[in-house]
Structures are given as structure tokens and as C-alpha cells.
């Protein structure tokens, strides 16, 4: 449902909301909130996604709003909202929402995750066509404080590639036997590029010898055994697997990169 606020003083108030919300950015490492923007030149696509970062599931809500603001100061508000659950190290997409590409009016995209208690864990924000309020003091510093953080994760990654001058950074590589471990290995390579985990270690997917004429499917991270199974030729079940294996593999990363924060803060 759509409310339209004609009163400026209620369109102001929204706008500061927002620009609020994204100056306190909730610091939780447990979940990460992104709002992703593709663009067909007709269209562009925003998707709210979610990721979370324990090995222990959470509990969630989640609004997902778009504010529209005309010439005349006009604002119109739409929200979408559910409860939802996320298993250890998850990521996923809740909503969807569309506009035009050539739009010129000013629009806000606000992703705002709740716990149980109601309280926000995480947010992101995006905007398109800033009006002249977005270029105030505390939007002029929000975006130097992004653009700094950018700066300062993009020379962190080129370290973290750099490695003799080779990079291994989102390679996976197959060493299977059977038509089983093959359908694996591309399902499971598939998931990893079309969810961008990037690892900076090389994820191997082993297919060995088990009992019998059995084979059992390994993935390591490096020399790191983070989940095996024992390989079935049916497709919904190494689907599954691969789920599995995703998360694993995205949960090492995290923890890895969660150590290495912790021994530098120390």
C-alpha cells in the first residue's frame, strides 16, 4: 500500500530518517545487509539480500522500503516486510523492486533488518537523483566515510590477491571421478560465482574411493576439510549438498576474516 505525505514537513522528516539510519549504521558483525542494483538500460532491478555471518541460525525481520519524492516535495512510501530465518551462514534475497531507468525524480532505497526484540542489526541504503537536501553536511561526510571504506577494502583485497603475483582469489578447482562428482562440482562452482564469495584461498572439490563402489565427495579450503559426503548420482540431493558446502565455505571465510580483524584490533 502506498501513503503519499504531502506535508513537507512529513517528507523532510522521512528523507532525515533515512539519511540517519545510514550516518548510525548498526556495527553487528552477525549479519550483513546489501541492497544489489542491476540495470537492463529499461530497467533497474534493486535486490534486497541478507547474509548471515554465525554458525547458528537467525531469527529476523525484515522492511525493505522505496521513497519516491516529486518537485513538489511530495514523498510517496512503499514497504515491504516479513519475518523470515536464515540457517548458519546463509545468504539469500528477500525483495525485489523495479524502477525505470531514466526516472528523474528522487528515489530512496532503505533495507532495514530487525531481531526478535525489534531492534536493527543492519541496513543499507541506496539513492538515486539526490535532491539539494542530500547534499547537505551530513550526506557530503557519509559519502566520504563510503568512499574512504571502499578505498580501504579494495587495497585490502589487492593485498590479500597478491601472492607472488598470482591471484587465487574465487578459484575452485576439480579433481572428481564419477558423473556424480562432476554434477557437483558444477553445481557447487555455479553457486559460488553467481553468490560472489571471492575467498582468497583456493576451494578444491576432491572426489576419492569409499566402501564398496561408493565415492565420497570432499570440499577443502586450502588444507581445510569443511564438509564431505558420500556422492548419490540424484540431483535434488547434491543440490543440496552443495548448499551445504556454500555455506561451509562462506562460513571459513568469515571466520577467517573475523581473526584477522581481531588480531589487528589487538
Do not use: H
Not at 500500500?1 to 523532510?12: A, E, G, H, I, W
Not at 540495470?39 to 522505496?66: G, H, M
Not at 512503499?78 to 534475497?93: I, V
Not at 569409499?210 to 586450502?222: D, E, H, N, P, Q
Amino acid at each position: 500500500m502506498v501513503l503519499k505525505f504531502t506535508n513537507v514537513f512529513m517528507t523532510f522528516c522521512i528523507f532525515l530518517c533515512a539519511f540517519s539510519i545510514n550516518a548510525q549504521e548498526p556495527t553487528n558483525d552477525a549479519i550483513e545487509a546489501s541492497i544489489e542494483v542491476s540495470d537492463n538500460q529499461e530497467f533497474k532491478t534493486f535486490s534486497a539480500t541478507v547474509l548471515n555471518k554465525l554458525e547458528i541460525p537467525q531469527n529476523l525481520r525484515y522492511v525493505f522500503s522505496t521513497i519516491k519524492k516529486d518537485t513538489l516535495n511530495n514523498a510517496a512510501k512503499n514497504d515491504q516486510s516479513a519475518r523470515f530465518t536464515l540457517k548458519p551462514f546463509q545468504q539469500g534475497t528477500l525483495a525485489t523492486t523495479t524502477v525505470s531507468s531514466d526516472i528523474e525524480q528522487n528515489v530512496i532505497l532503505l533495507l532495514l533488518i530487525y531481531n526478535l526484540d525489534d531492534e536493527v542489526v543492519a541496513s543499507d541504503r541506496v539513492e538515486l537523483n539526490p535532491d539539494e537536501s542530500s547534499k547537505s553536511d551530513i550526506a557530503v561526510k557519509m559519502r566520504l566515510l563510503e568512499k574512504l571504506k571502499q578505498e580501504s577494502q579494495s587495497n585490502t583485497a589487492k593485498a590479500n590477491e597478491s601472492d607472488g603475483g598470482m591471484s587465487f582469489r574465487g578459484l575452485v578447482t576439480e579433481d572428481t571421478k564419477t558423473k556424480a562428482g562432476r554434477d557437483f562440482y558444477v553445481a557447487f562452482s555455479s553457486a559460488y560465482r553467481l553468490e560472489k564469495i571471492q575467498g582468497d584461498e583456493v576451494v578444491s572439490i576432491i572426489e576419492e574411493a569409499a566402501l564398496g563402489r561408493s565415492t565420497k565427495i570432499k570440499v577443502l579450503v586450502g588444507n581445510t576439510l569443511v564438509w564431505q559426503f558420500f556422492a548419490r548420482t540424484k540431483l535434488d540431493y547434491l543440490k543440496q549438498m552443495s548448499d551445504i558446502a556454500i555455506r561451509r565455505v562462506r562460513g571459513y571465510f568469515i571466520n577467517k576474516e573475523r581473526s584477522q580483524q581481531n588480531l589487528i584490533r589487538y
